[in-house]
Each structure stands twice: as structure tokens, then as C-alpha cells.
């Protein structure tokens, strides 16, 4: 089947309907109709075709939400070029990674990342902006009919037993959003819908806009870091009647102190981690709302979900979203691709694996079918949102002069729901102090994303080992309590 979203979801719109509201760093606020989104996207897909950006073609992002970061995607939905969005937290080094595997044609920049991508010297074009002359061009060829497995999204893994794995998404990904847009999300014509995930996450990418929109609903980007008091003002100013936000967001506003009134937010969802029984509960007393928790996997897309109208067990991620089929096999939890509409096409350029998706999470079900997240099978971290691979961190570390070994495992914590932990064996003489501690954590947040470096840190004489001569994780974990 063909098509194009550009031309059937927002073309299709009336053009003086809002899209899309914008509240900047600055404090500025703007709303956006479908009409301006639709004649601003197809203006910067102009600016693509001069910079040679083709169909097939890949564009990185280096945006906050703001808005060119809806348009650059839906420049790159027009004429079938993916869209792989990144993360303002990366580092030069996290950056030259995506530029090897990924090869990207263009890059589009926020200014004020620009010596970050300086750094990491990229071989392609480079868009920054603010640039209204990006959308001051000629009006942008006609829409391109696309295939459903032609690409929409490239997006990386969290990387658990290596290097970051690139995963391909068609378009399939973005009309397949329809699923989860209305059995979990579950917006309204004419609502507000707020998902607060910041680019460079894969629920940013379907979330962010593509699924309010194809519930009818408009979408708000707000340029800012997280702060609890904050992020509650701005629900009730601009009246947001379903908010999706990270576990650790629920989590943080529970434990700042009273909520307080929220009169139009008719409806919470999450998914990323496990939330924790103590946020649904006081969210539930606060408001009156049960955060609806879900799950799904950058390769997969949302899988599961508490759906409109039911009242899950608190700490349950639901059950299968309808027509998706799931089985666990030892405690993992597997999921039949030919039933999922988002499922990626595969790794590196490479198809998907065949048969029955096997996640690597761990989940028990209940007697009704409620599905409860347990553990990750391999030992990724999830940190206050934030999927950590433990490999990239080991790696980071040990190119410290003063590391001979390290092992990184997740802690738990209470607000972030885990934190990075690492075992550190020391060169011979070094010594160990809490000043070498300090070096260490400035150390990783150097050289990769600050939210990955260890915030607990144990200095030890040798780290348990295997037969195989692999480490011993689940006793290094015993040991240190």
C-alpha cells in the first residue's frame, strides 16, 4: 500500500485548524495551523533538494522540541528521506558513531550545538537554525507516493553487548501509529495532547505529534528542562488534556510535593520503565487519574498498553494492544511481528531477524493477562527514562588512564528507578579516593551523553568472573549489596 502522511494526514486538515503549540527557551509562545506547518515543511524540503538530500536518503537532527524539529520529519515523510533524530546530549564521539553508521546527507542543527557537531567534524551539509530563510523558499515538489517499507525513521539502540545498533523504520511506522493513537493514547478532536519526551527517543518520534494528530488532537513542544513545578504550571496554562511523560517525571512530581488541581487533563499515560506502585498510587489520590502504562521497544514500536476505560493492577504496563500477538517463553517476553504494524525492517541495512521477536525483557503476567515488567534478560539500565547499554559505559571508562577493568551495572533508586553503577579495578598505583571518584564521573560525561555516567562507584580488588573468563554480573551485584 502507498501513500504519503504529509499529504493524507496533514494536508488533509483544515488549514486554520491549530497543529501544533511552540513554547521556546525564551518564554515565547506560538501556535502553529496545519496550513503554516504544511507551507514551513514544504518550504525546508526546498532547502533539502539544493543540499542534495534525496529520497532514501537520512537527515540527523540535533533539535530540541521546538519547531523545526516537526518539520524537518515532515520535510523528510514528503519526499521519503529518514529522519534519525538525536539527542542534544550527545557528544562529539556519539556523534561521529552516527555519522560512520548512519552516513547521513544533511544535518540540522540548533545554534547552540554548534560546537558540539564542530567536533565531531561531519562530512555532509549542515542546516542551523533559527533560519527563517529556510522557510522563505519555493513551494516544494509534489508529494512522493511511498511505499510502506520505504524509509521514515533511522533511530539507535541503547547498545547492551556493544555498539548502538541502527534500526530502520518505514512508513509503515508512522501509519501504523494509528494502533496505539487511539487504544492507548487515546486523544480526542480538538484536544491537547503533551508528550515530553525530548528528541533523539523513540516515543518522541511517534509521540511527540504524529499520534496526536492522527487522533485529531494538536501537540505541544516546549523547549525547557524538566523541573516539577514547571511542567505542572504549564499543564494547567495551556490546558493539556492527555500528557505522556517519562516514569521518573511521574515519579519526581509525586515526591515534590502536592499536585494540586489539574481540571482538563482527562488522561496520563507513560512507558520507557517500569513506574513504580508508589507514583500511580499518588497521582491517583492527587487527581483522580491512573497513569496508563504501556510498553514497546525502539525495534517494535508500542506493544502494549492500559487502554480507555480499564483500571489496571497498579505496576502493570497492561496488556497487548488489539490484534498484536505476545507469548512468554522462560519469562521473556516475545512478540509476533506479523501482528505488530510498527515493527522495524531490520539493523544496519540488514532485514529483521525471522519468527517470534524475542525483547530480552523479562515480564510475568497475571491471572487476567496483565503484563508486569520485571527485569531486562540483558542487564540494560533504565534510568529515569534513559536506556543505558552497560558495554558503551565500560568502554568509556576504561579509556581512563587509571581503569585496568570495570564492570557497570544498574542501582536501584528510588527516583530514577535504577542509576548507573561501576566496579572499578585501578591500575597499579593508583590510588583510590573520592577525588579519582569525581574524575572518573567528569570523565564519561565528557567523552559520551552526561546522563549515562556513574553516579555510584565502587573502587574493588578484581571483578568475579566465569569459566569463560566473562564477568560474573549477578555476583559482582550480590557483593556490593
Same mark, same amino acid.
Given at each position: 500500500?502507498?501513500?504519503?502522511?504529509?499529504?493524507?494526514?496533514?494536508?488533509?486538515?483544515?488549514?486554520?485548524?491549530?497543529?501544533?503549540?511552540?513554547?521556546?527557551?525564551?518564554? =515565547?509562545?506560538?501556535? /502553529?495551523?496545519?496550513?503554516?506547518?504544511?507551507?514551513?515543511?514544504?518550504?525546508?524540503?526546498?532547502?533539502?533538494?539544493?543540499?542534495?538530500?534525496?529520497?532514501?536518503?537520512?537527515?540527523? +537532527?540535533?533539535?530540541?522540541? #521546538?519547531?523545526?524539529?516537526?518539520?524537518?520529519?515532515?520535510?523528510?515523510?514528503?519526499?521519503?528521506?529518514? +529522519?534519525?533524530?538525536?539527542?542534544?546530549?550527545?557528544?562529539?564521539? *556519539?556523534?561521529?558513531?552516527?555519522?560512520?553508521?548512519?552516513?547521513?546527507?544533511?544535518?540540522?542543527?540548533?545554534?547552540?550545538?554548534?560546537?558540539?557537531?564542530?567536533? $565531531? $567534524?561531519?562530512?555532509?551539509?549542515?542546516?542551523?537554525?533559527?533560519?527563517?530563510?529556510?522557510?522563505?523558499?519555493?513551494?516544494?515538489?509534489?508529494?512522493?507516493?511511498?511505499?510502506?517499507?520505504?524509509? $521514515?525513521?533511522?533511530?539507535?539502540?541503547?547498545? +547492551?553487548?556493544?555498539?548502538?545498533?541502527?534500526?530502520?523504520?518505514?512508513? #509503515?511506522?508512522?501509519?501504523?501509529?494509528?494502533?496505539?493513537?487511539?487504544?492507548?493514547?487515546?486523544? #480526542?478532536?480538538?484536544?491537547?495532547?503533551?508528550?515530553?519526551?525530548?528528541?533523539? /527517543?523513540?516515543?518522541?518520534?511517534?509521540?511527540?505529534?504524529? $499520534?496526536?494528530?492522527?487522533?485529531?488532537?494538536? =501537540?505541544?513542544?516546549?523547549?525547557?528542562?524538566? *523541573?516539577?513545578?514547571?511542567?505542572?504550571?504549564?499543564?494547567?496554562?495551556?490546558? !493539556?488534556?492527555?500528557?505522556?511523560?517519562?516514569?521518573?517525571?511521574?515519579?519526581?512530581?509525586?515526591?515534590?510535593?502536592?499536585?494540586?488541581?489539574?481540571?482538563?487533563?482527562?488522561?496520563?499515560?507513560?512507558?520507557?520503565?517500569?513506574?513504580?506502585?508508589?507514583?500511580?498510587?499518588? /497521582?491517583?489520590?492527587?487527581?483522580?487519574?491512573?497513569?496508563?502504562?504501556?510498553?514497546?521497544?525502539?525495534?517494535?514500536?508500542?506493544?502494549?498498553?492500559?487502554?480507555?476505560?480499564?483500571?489496571?493492577?497498579?505496576?502493570?504496563?497492561?496488556?497487548?494492544?488489539?490484534?498484536?500477538?505476545?507469548?512468554?517463553?522462560?519469562?521473556?517476553?516475545?512478540?509476533?511481528?506479523?501482528?505488530?504494524?510498527?515493527?522495524?525492517?531490520?539493523? *544496519?541495512?540488514?532485514?529483521?531477524?525471522?519468527?517470534?521477536?524475542?525483547?530480552?525483557?523479562?515480564?510475568?503476567?497475571?491471572?487476567?493477562? /496483565?503484563?508486569?515488567?520485571?527485569?531486562?534478560?540483558?542487564?540494560?539500565?533504565?534510568?529515569?527514562?534513559?536506556?543505558?547499554?552497560?558495554?558503551?559505559?565500560?568502554?568509556?571508562?576504561?579509556?581512563?588512564?587509571?581503569?585496568?577493568?570495570?564492570? !557497570?551495572?544498574?542501582?536501584?533508586?528510588?527516583?530514577?528507578?535504577?542509576?548507573?553503577?561501576?566496579?572499578?579495578?585501578?591500575?597499579?598505583? !593508583?590510588?583510590?579516593?573520592?577525588?579519582?571518584?569525581?574524575?572518573?564521573?567528569?570523565?564519561?560525561?565528557?567523552?559520551?551523553?552526561?546522563?549515562?555516567?556513574?553516579?555510584?562507584?565502587?573502587? !574493588?580488588?578484581?571483578?568475579?568472573?566465569?569459566?569463560?573468563?566473562?564477568? =560474573?554480573?549477578?555476583?559482582?551485584?550480590? =557483593?556490593?549489596?
Amino acid at each position: 500500500m502507498s501513500g504519503n502522511f504529509v499529504r493524507d494526514v496533514v494536508a488533509a486538515r483544515p488549514a486554520g485548524e491549530r497543529a501544533v503549540v511552540t513554547l521556546a527557551a525564551d518564554g =515565547a509562545r506560538r501556535e /502553529w495551523t496545519f496550513g503554516e506547518v504544511l507551507a514551513a515543511s514544504g518550504s525546508l524540503v526546498a532547502a533539502y533538494l539544493d543540499h542534495g538530500v534525496r529520497r532514501g536518503d537520512t537527515v540527523l +537532527t540535533l533539535l530540541g522540541n #521546538r519547531i523545526e524539529y516537526v518539520l524537518t520529519i515532515l520535510a523528510g515523510l514528503r519526499i521519503g528521506a529518514a +529522519t534519525l533524530p538525536g539527542s542534544e546530549q550527545l557528544r562529539p564521539k *556519539d556523534l561521529t558513531l552516527r555519522f560512520a553508521r548512519a552516513r547521513p546527507a544533511l544535518v540540522v542543527t540548533d545554534e547552540r550545538n554548534g560546537a558540539v557537531l564542530e567536533a $565531531a $567534524a561531519p562530512s555532509c551539509p549542515v542546516l542551523t537554525v533559527p533560519d527563517e530563510t529556510l522557510f522563505e523558499r519555493a513551494a516544494a515538489p509534489a508529494f512522493a507516493e511511498l511505499d510502506e517499507l520505504d524509509p $521514515a525513521f533511522v533511530l539507535f539502540t541503547s547498545g +547492551t553487548s556493544g555498539p548502538p545498533k541502527l534500526v530502520t523504520h518505514g512508513q #509503515r511506522y508512522v501509519r501504523g501509529q494509528v494502533l496505539q493513537a487511539r487504544e492507548w493514547m487515546a486523544a #480526542r478532536p480538538g484536544e491537547l495532547v503533551w508528550s515530553t519526551a525530548a528528541p533523539g /527517543w523513540s516515543k518522541s518520534a511517534r509521540n511527540s505529534f504524529i $499520534a496526536p494528530w492522527l487522533g485529531g488532537a494538536a =501537540a505541544l513542544l516546549q523547549d525547557e528542562r524538566f *523541573d516539577p513545578a514547571r511542567r505542572l504550571a504549564t499543564i494547567r496554562a495551556e490546558g !493539556v488534556h492527555v500528557l505522556c511523560m517519562a516514569p521518573t517525571e511521574y515519579r519526581l512530581i509525586a515526591v515534590a510535593g502536592p499536585i494540586g488541581p489539574l481540571p482538563t487533563l482527562r488522561r496520563a499515560i507513560t512507558a520507557g520503565e517500569a513506574l513504580g506502585v508508589p507514583a500511580f498510587h499518588a /497521582w491517583r489520590e492527587q487527581t483522580g487519574l491512573e497513569i496508563s502504562d504501556g510498553y514497546g521497544q525502539t525495534e517494535t514500536g508500542q506493544v502494549t498498553g492500559v487502554r480507555p476505560g480499564e483500571s489496571a493492577p497498579p505496576g502493570s504496563m497492561g496488556r497487548p494492544l488489539p490484534g498484536i500477538r505476545t507469548a512468554i517463553e522462560d519469562g521473556e517476553l516475545l512478540v509476533d511481528p506479523a501482528t505488530v504494524p510498527t515493527f522495524f525492517l531490520g539493523y *544496519d541495512g540488514a532485514p529483521a531477524p525471522e519468527g517470534w521477536w524475542r525483547t530480552g525483557d523479562r515480564v510475568r503476567a497475571d491471572a487476567d493477562g /496483565w503484563l508486569f515488567f520485571e527485569a531486562r534478560a540483558d542487564d540494560v539500565i533504565i534510568s529515569a527514562g534513559y536506556r543505558i547499554g552497560p558495554a558503551e559505559v565500560e568502554s568509556t571508562l576504561l579509556g581512563h588512564p587509571a581503569v585496568r577493568e570495570c564492570a !557497570v551495572l544498574g542501582v536501584p533508586d528510588e527516583a530514577r528507578g535504577e542509576v548507573v553503577g561501576a566496579a572499578v579495578v585501578l591500575r597499579d598505583g !593508583v590510588a583510590a579516593s573520592d577525588e579519582l571518584v569525581r574524575e572518573l564521573q567528569q570523565f564519561v560525561r565528557a567523552e559520551t551523553a552526561p546522563y549515562k555516567y556513574p553516579r555510584r562507584v565502587w573502587f !574493588v580488588p578484581e571483578l568475579p568472573k566465569t569459566t569463560s573468563g566473562k564477568i =560474573a554480573r549477578a555476583e559482582l551485584r550480590a =557483593a556490593l549489596g
